[in-house]
């Protein structure tokens, strides 16, 4: 089984900024892609951005330039920096990960999702 800690979230005023952590633990036994989407009230959940085991990153148009994705050395937590946000970046994020279990071989994993509200 894996376990995914998110952190971070909160209220910012517009062109603030704001960083959230996924620490992913358990029986992993590596890891292909971390990631962060987001759902919006009435949205569909959309993928904001990911990064592979070898460090390429892929982000949404609306959050290039802003956002920045990285993960720690040991490959195991995953990061979001997000900067000069507008209301409109306002929804639950969520962490994804996936990659190989020691005990159940692959699997993609969903974290509990954080609140992040934008003010303007």
């Known amino acids: 089984q894996v376990q995914l800690v998110e952190s971070g979230g909160g209220l910012v005023q517009a062109k603030g900024s704001l960083r959230l952590s996924c620490a992913a633990s358990g029986s992993i036994f590596s890891i292909n892609v971390m990631g962060w989407y987001r759902q919006a009230p009435g949205e569909q959940r959309e993928l904001v951005a990911v990064i592979s085991s070898g460090g390429n990153t892929k982000y949404s148009d609306s959050v290039k330039g802003r956002f920045t994705i990285s993960r720690d050395n040991a490959k195991t937590t995953v990061y979001l920096q997000m900067n000069s946000l507008k209301p409109e970046d306002t929804a639950v994020y969520y962490c994804?990960?996936?990659?190989?279990?020691?005990?159940?071989?692959?699997?993609?994993?969903w974290g509990q999702g954080t609140q992040v509200t934008v003010s303007s």
């Open positions: 994804n990960v996936e990659g190989k279990s020691i005990m159940f071989g692959d699997f993609g994993s």
